[in-house]
């Protein structure tokens, strides 16, 4: 693992970028997304990416980029929604749609 990219930065960016906290207001949401976006460029171009990966695993850590994967990419039941999409609405019938979008504004 020492030839890690993410070995060559300073330790107060590895933690900001790599395990960043993600706040409640949009703000926070986009720079949590900022953070997350840089983290997982560093890992593309990373040599080491299925090694970390294996670690993370045998860490068993669930938090953090870990080979160009956050903790959402891991997980196939916490994946993102869609862009546009309300959370929990994609496999709904329309006519229930109505009822989840009227909590969804409240």
């Known amino acids: 693992m020492a030839q ?4 060559m930065l300073p ?3 590895v933690d ?3 395990f960043p906290v993600n ?12 953070r997350v976006t840089g983290a997982k460029n560093i890992c593309a171009a990373c040599p080491v990416r299925e090694q970390c990966e294996q670690y993370r695993a045998s860490l068993q850590a669930e938090h953090g980029v870990w080979g160009g ?17 309300l959370a929990g609405t994609l496999h709904k019938p329309a006519h229930k749609l109505h009822s989840v979008r009227e ?3 409240t």
Request: charged share 50%; with cysteine.
């Open 4 to 7: 890690a990219l993410c070995r």
């Open 11 to 13: 330790p107060s960016e």
């Open 16 to 18: 900001d970028m790599f």
């Open 23 to 34: 706040g409640r207001s949009n703000k926070a949401k986009r720079e949590y997304q900022k």
């Open 69 to 85: 994967r956050d903790e959402l990419d891991r997980d196939p039941v916490r994946r993102r929604k869609p862009a546009g999409t």
């Open 103 to 105: 909590r969804a504004s």
